[in-house]
């Protein structure tokens, strides 16, 4: 098991950029892919991105693609997701995850563990 928390949200203004960082504690973290999600109010939960266990290989959704960069320390147990180019769609609490599958999945019900969120709002 592994338990996950969120970090480094915020209020920012559009074109703005923000970091959030995502510290696990538990089980091996390397062993996990871990994910960004965000979800917005009235909305479903929307992913964002992942990553591998060894941090090479990242996925995006088309909607952040190029803005958005996923990295992961595992010698510090953390994951990131460092946001450029803010905008005001961007505004949604942000969930980190993790899943201990063969590959990487991209459905909030594929991940096991979840972060508690953290609030972005991008302000105009």
């Known amino acids: 098991q592994v338990q996950l928390v969120e970090s480094g949200g915020g209020l920012v203004q559009t074109g703005d950029s923000l970091s959030l960082s995502c510290v696990a504690s538990g089980r091996a973290f390397s062993t996990y892919i871990m994910g960004w999600f965000r979800q917005a109010p009235g909305n479903e939960r929307e992913f964002v991105g992942a990553?591998?266990?060894?941090?090479?290989?990242?996925y995006y959704s088309d909607s952040v693609k190029g803005r958005f960069t996923i990295s992961r320390d595992n010698a510090k147990n953390t994951v990131y997701l460092q946001m450029t180019s803010l905008k005001s769609e961007d505004t949604a609490v942000y969930y980190c995850a993790a899943d201990a599958g063969l590959t990487v999945p991209t459905r909030p019900n594929e991940y096991h563990y979840w972060g508690q969120g953290t609030q972005v709002t991008v302000s105009s």
């Open positions: 990553i591998n266990r060894s941090g090479r290989i990242t």
